[in-house]
């Protein structure tokens, strides 16, 4: 929660607004007044409008605090409730903001606090003043904050130490001068009276009567039994139980002992269900079933019957007593009256705990009149302002003179009562409510006799206490501030369900030792200091945040070393711009040329059906001004239209035509096209009348071909048939009733038509496919110039990736080709996080697993990789080297340079949309762009591409060069794109030195694993999880865990990629999921029986491990993925698995190979694609996506810590939906979607 600073505009507000100071009230003014010449509390009683003043005051100082100055004003309340109200913040946000060199205590202008009587002891406010305000006043600094302090009462205690006047202005004294202000308040009472309605205090006396002893004697014996029954319960603590067994004894315990008290006292009530404690007051007070104090409340209550529209607060001290209050008020109300009572207690107390929201709720009701008593506890007392309260009764004596005028001061109604209820004969109780009520008047005179004294200085030992600075930001810390800081960083430790971080203390007082031992993952684990006892704790505290601050565990504004999520939100903040051009190959577009003889390139179009067929097809002779780009002479691919057809194309050497014969090759194959697709003549007519003007930038020319002498050549006469009248065979074709020999050919499915014509029914079907054929030369053409611009001859170590591999990796799934980015992708995806968690746990030595993971995440990140690679627009010699991510912002340089999304293939080729050549009835625009090797390509339009498109496309070449040229290549095109995974030369330091044969049993695992460990330690690391908290073994699992996932991931993907290279994409990422998993891992690791190793200290734990082992017993569970599993499995044993893999890893000296080895045949028997299983969740999203069902957004909610989720389908007018529950919302949901497939199978739509 970030500070709140407020600045007052009234260049907006003037003339909206009018000026509050022409409502303010003579004394307000001159409050107003004091506080503008020197630092001010103004002791004014509730509700007489001090925050009236303290907008006054920032009005006054808006000049200075508007923007752009860099000064602010702030208001603080010691209460969220209080904040909730004024929209502001507590003390403690802005201590934490100056202790951490976040804000500068001269930047604030205007420092008001309300409620400033909490301005002692170590309450923020007092820390603010000594630890800030006081040593810059000290030290001479001028340009120190304005203080406007708030207050009904300047002294905080219960007024039993003094009794003098002298002693109230001790008390006064010592606010004035923590604050370094003076009060101001009214001359008398009578003044405030004219403006705020005091209310009048009566006293309600009870006489206290003792219970009948027949009830008590029973009661008495009651008692005794429980308390002997109690006794054999908590003997339980001295015998030793398998820890399965704790929490059910313990639930056991409780609920007889519950059950024997509710029998005790249910033996003493009167039976029959018409009894009711409300049916008679008196006698339930007689029977001893209720006190007399009680029922001297409810009389109270019952003497305000004829007031129509009540508001009632009763002040209690304890949160029982609320809770006990309303229920029976509730209870007893409804008999007498339409009264409806609620109660408002602390929201840490534990008992029926009641949230903010829940208190604002009855409050907000109460000021509607909705209800009219709230039983409340002191957390009221401050804060609420409800102008129509007029009853306020204090059930319990306040507790001190601030409290007793703060809660008289809530009745503001005119003729409102203030009841005091005292028990008859308790004279020091009466005497002491007495005194608070003159003390309002004692503690203005002694303000007002003082009000010309000077501020005294305050004393050198209340802020000298020793502070740890920081001059690079003005972070300071002491040893009291210390403790909290420690705490704060434990939590930001990485935790479990099983394991919350906290530092633990251990002090030997005779020695005057303390010893603090910090959670495992800590870079230091146990920190001793000498010193006197009360201050031992808070010494060792300072002493390890400084240890802490040393090795940058904590940063230099003394704060967890966390990430910040600054960088990440203004990321977000940016709009990614979808809107992405599509490249065009260069080669294929022409400028124009007047000569009249014009050179082109011949390429052969070697056709192969891969089917018998009535008709075969003929070559096809392709013609450019420009010659390919490719880097092979030859280029074979198959494609996928009619039954499969194999293309090889083929240079055939230069030929240089004539104007007139390029004309009649432009007629010859705008006619053939316009045929096939348009199947309209007057429209051919129309285009080839307009052959002889203009130009057209996409101008190859597409000819049949036939062989002279034994080398491919153009068919001529097949060209120059198309200078027959086409309106005459046009008529033919429409009007052939006569007998003929022409026949009739089934085209392919893409331009489907019957046509009869001069040329031959095999040119007809051979230049069918030339559409889908000139896409798939473009697309590799596009191919050829991503390959040669991301691999420089100079830093790829001649490692060529195959144009086909750069197809493959830049075209998606939506293209509906045979082949697709995403097995790629897979792999790029694993190797890339492979690399940079090794990276990263090697340089980072001292960072806990979660540090790492954050690290990890915002480089590999889709988001990450797509939005700063396509979004930033930084310049191409950014200096990396003080980049603080430079493997990202190297990567986003490029990809912004390189435009790489231009070159993705993301929709399916429509071949009606195919830009014929030559033809120049289509309108198409070619923008030229320059790439980041200098070379040209051409931009024929522009698309909508999702963000993770780019990321995928990435992985997939990181992928492309892993598969082609193994690691090295894949490194180095990784270090080109700016993605830097090279390890400086930093030797890895292990603080890891235990006897590891006295935790594990080494021997075992070794032979498990068929690996002879250099360094044994490393296992019991492995082994060990974080609530394992003996000193003797100073770390976890979590880092090892960390690089073994990683590893796990990379080999396991790399393992299916080599094992099966012909599974059809997506194939792969399924496998992939199947095998890398946590219930995988978990079951692994139950099969093989580590789960009995785990060192561990969690109750919890051990009860789900066990849970797990019998049920993967019961269900004799033969599948290795664990999707057929109805709940999940602990965590912690997929972690153990990975982080044997990083022990492995690391002891090995990094040796992949020696990883998979060991752990393969735990793995056993690996998932094949005949044995996998997909899950629940992809197979259902997989079928609504193909069957165009639609799936809602399944609806989630959380109650008690059950997770419950509803799937729902609707498919072909039905509707099939489940909701299931699980302790986790992915169990929820993979159980969820899996009845949802069952009842989608059972309908058998298909």
């Excluded at 008289?408 to 028990?423: K, Q």
């Excluded at 240089?656 to 697709?677: E, G, K, N, T, W």
């Excluded at 190793?1093 to 033969?1118: C, G, N, R």
């Amino acid at each position: 929660m970030e500070p709140v600073d407020m600045e007052i505009d009234i260049s907006q507000q003037q003339f909206a607004d009018p000026d509050p100071l022409l409502f303010a009230r003579r004394y307000q003014v001159e409050a107003l007044e004091k506080a503008i010449n020197q630092n001010t509390i103004a002791y004014l009683e509730t509700g007489s409008g001090k925050t009236l003043i303290a907008i006054m005051l920032l009005r006054y100082y808006a000049y200075l605090i508007r923007k752009p100055s860099s000064f602010f004003a702030v208001f603080l309340v010691p209460q969220v409730v209080l904040v909730k109200q004024v929209l502001v913040m507590t003390p403690q946000i802005l201590l934490n903001g100056l202790r951490h060199g976040f804000f500068k205590i001269n930047l604030i202008m205007v420092f008001i606090m309300d409620e400033c009587h909490h301005a002692k002891g170590m309450h923020p406010y007092a820390s603010i003043m000594r630890e800030f305000y006081h040593r810059h006043f000290e030290a001479g600094v001028s340009d120190l904050p304005r203080i406007f302090g708030m207050t009904a009462s300047p002294i905080n205690t219960k007024g039993d130490s003094f009794k003098s006047a002298d002693g109230y202005w001790r008390k006064i004294h010592e606010l004035e001068t923590i604050m370094n202000s003076k009060v101001y308040t009214c001359t008398s009472e009578s003044v405030l009276a004219q403006f705020v309605p005091f209310s009048t205090p009566k006293f309600k006396f009870y006489k206290h009567m003792k219970i009948p002893n027949d009830l008590y004697a029973h009661l008495e014996k009651g008692l005794d039994a429980l308390k002997v029954k109690a006794a054999e319960y908590l003997s339980c603590e001295n015998e030793f139980f398998p820890w399965e067994r704790l929490e059910v004894c313990a639930k056991k315990i409780i609920r007889n002992f519950s059950s024997d008290a509710f029998h005790a006292i249910k033996a003493c009530l009167p039976s029959g269900i018409y009894w009711t404690i409300g049916n008679d007051i008196k006698a339930s007070v007689n029977a001893g079933f209720l006190t007399t104090k009680v029922l001297c409340l409810t009389e109270s209550l019952f003497e305000y019957r004829a007031f129509k529209d009540i508001r009632c607060i009763i002040f209690v001290q304890r949160v029982l007593t609320s809770i006990v209050l309303e229920s029976l008020l509730s209870a007893l109300l409804p008999k007498y009256g339409s009264w409806k009572a609620k109660y408002v207690a602390g929201t840490s107390s534990g008992l029926l705990n009641q949230t903010r929201t829940k208190q604002n709720e009855i409050v907000e009701e109460f000021r509607k009149g909705i209800v009219n008593i709230i039983v409340a506890t002191s957390i009221l007392e401050e804060g609420l302002d409800i102008q129509s309260c007029n009853l306020i009764i204090r059930f319990d004596p306040s507790s001190n003179i601030c409290s007793f005028i703060q809660s008289r001061g809530h009745a503001r109604m005119e003729n409102s009562d203030y009841l005091l209820m005292v028990e008859s004969g308790d004279s020091k109780t009466l005497s002491r409510l007495q005194d608070y009520l003159a003390c309002g008047e004692v503690m203005r005179k002694e303000s007002l006799s003082h009000a010309s004294d000077h501020c005294a200085p305050l004393t050198n030992d209340s802020y000298d206490e020793e502070f740890y600075f920081v001059a690079s930001t003005g972070a300071r810390m002491t040893p009291s501030s210390s403790v909290g800081l420690i705490y704060f960083y434990c939590s930001r430790l990485p935790a479990d369900m099983y394991f919350k971080p906290s530092p633990r203390y251990v002090e030997d007082k005779e020695m005057g030792i303390c010893t603090i031992h910090l959670p495992k993952s800590c870079p230091i684990q146990t920190v001793s200091v000498k010193g006197n006892g009360k201050s031992l704790k808070k010494k060792a505290c300072f002493e390890a945040c400084k240890q802490l601050h040393q090795i940058s565990a904590l940063t230099d504004h003394l704060v967890p070393d966390v990430v910040e999520e600054k960088d990440v939100e203004e990321t977000g903040k940016e709009p990614y711009n979808d809107d992405q051009p599509i490249f065009f190959p260069p080669e294929l577009v022409t400028q124009g040329s007047q000569e009249p003889l014009t050179k082109y390139d011949c390429y052969l179009m070697e056709l192969k059906q891969k089917f018998e067929y009535e008709f075969s097809v003929h070559n096809i002779m392709l013609l450019l001004r420009n010659q390919l780009e490719i880097d092979e002479k030859s280029v074979g691919f198959e494609m996928e239209v009619d039954r499969g057809l194999t293309v090889n194309l083929k240079y055939a050497g230069p030929i240089s035509l004539y104007s007139d014969q390029v004309i009649v090759c432009r007629r010859f194959q705008i006619a053939i096209f316009r045929v096939l697709i348009d199947r309209k003549a007057e429209k051919l007519t129309e285009v080839l009348c307009d052959l002889t003007s203009g130009h057209s930038d996409i101008d190859y020319l597409i000819l049949p071909s036939n062989y002279v002498d034994q080398k491919p050549s153009i068919d001529w006469f097949a060209v120059s048939s198309v200078l027959f009248s086409y309106e005459k065979i046009w008529n033919r074709h429409k009007n052939c009733n006569e007998s003929s020999t022409n026949a009739f050919v089934e085209l392919p499915p893409e331009l489907c038509d019957v046509l009869v014509s001069p040329i031959s029914i095999s040119t007809f079907y051979s230049f069918a496919f030339v559409p889908s054929i000139m896409h798939r030369i473009e697309s590799l053409l596009l191919a050829t110039s991503l390959g040669r611009m991301i691999h420089p001859d100079h830093c790829m170590q001649n490692v060529a990736i195959p144009t086909m591999k750069v197809l493959e990796a830049i075209t998606t799934k939506k293209c509906l080709e045979s082949f697709h980015l995403e097995s790629l992708e897979t792999l790029g995806d694993s190797f890339l996080k492979y690399a940079i968690c090794r990276q990263l746990f090697r340089t980072h030595q001292n960072h806990h697993e979660g540090l790492l993971s954050i690290k990890k995440d915002r480089i590999i990140s889709n988001a990450a990789l797509c939005f700063l690679g396509c979004n930033k627009k930084l310049p191409v010699n950014f200096p990396l080297h003080i980049c603080l991510i430079p493997s990202v912002i190297s990567l986003l340089i490029c990809f912004k340079n390189s435009k790489l999304q231009g070159f993705i293939r993301d929709e399916p080729f429509d071949p009606k949309s195919w830009m014929i050549p030559g033809c120049r009835s289509g309108i198409y625009t070619f923008n030229e762009e320059t790439l980041c090797n200098s070379k040209n390509i051409y931009v024929s339009g522009r698309r909508k591409v999702k963000n993770k498109k780019v990321a995928d496309v990435v992985e997939a070449l990181i992928g492309a060069y892993l598969s082609t040229g193994g690691e090295a290549a894949a490194l180095a095109f990784m270090n080109w794109l700016g993605i830097n995974t090279d390890v400086p030369e930093i030797l890895y330091v292990r603080r890891f030195e235990v006897q590891a044969e006295t935790f594990v049993n080494v021997r075992y695992f070794e032979s498990l694993l068929n690996y002879s460990f250099k360094d044994s330690s490393v296992l019991v690391e492995a082994l060990t999880h974080g609530s394992y908290m003996l000193p003797a073994v100073p770390g976890c699992y979590q880092r090892l865990e960390f690089l073994g996932d990683s590893v796990l991931d990379y080999l396991i993907t790399l393992y299916f990629y080599n094992k099966y290279p012909g599974i059809m994409p997506g194939l792969l990422t399924d496998l992939r999921s199947a095998s890398v998993n946590n219930n995988c891992y978990a079951l692994s690791a139950v099969k093989t029986g580590l789960h009995k190793h785990i060192l561990h200290a969690s109750q919890k734990l051990h009860k789900d491990i066990k849970e797990t082992v019998q049920s993967f017993h019961e269900s004799s569970l033969e599948y290795t993925f664990g999707w057929e599993s109805q709940k999940s499995f602990p965590k912690v044993l997929g972690d153990v698995m990975e982080s044997l893999a990083g022990a492995i890893f690391v002891d090995s000296g990094y040796d992949k190979d020696v990883v998979f080895r060991s752990i393969r045949p735990l793995l056993e028997p690996m998932i094949t694609p005949e044995t996998m299983t997909v899950h629940p969740v992809k197979e259902l999203h997989d079928i609504c996506q193909k069957e165009y069902y639609k799936l809602g957004e399944p609806v989630v909610s959380r109650d008690g810590g059950v997770s419950s989720i509803t799937i729902e389908v609707e498919a072909n007018g039905r509707v099939f939906k489940h909701t299931s529950t699980a302790s986790d919302k992915k169990m929820a949901k993979k159980l969820a979607s899996k009845e949802v497939l069952k009842s989608l199978k059972a309908a058998n739509f298909s």
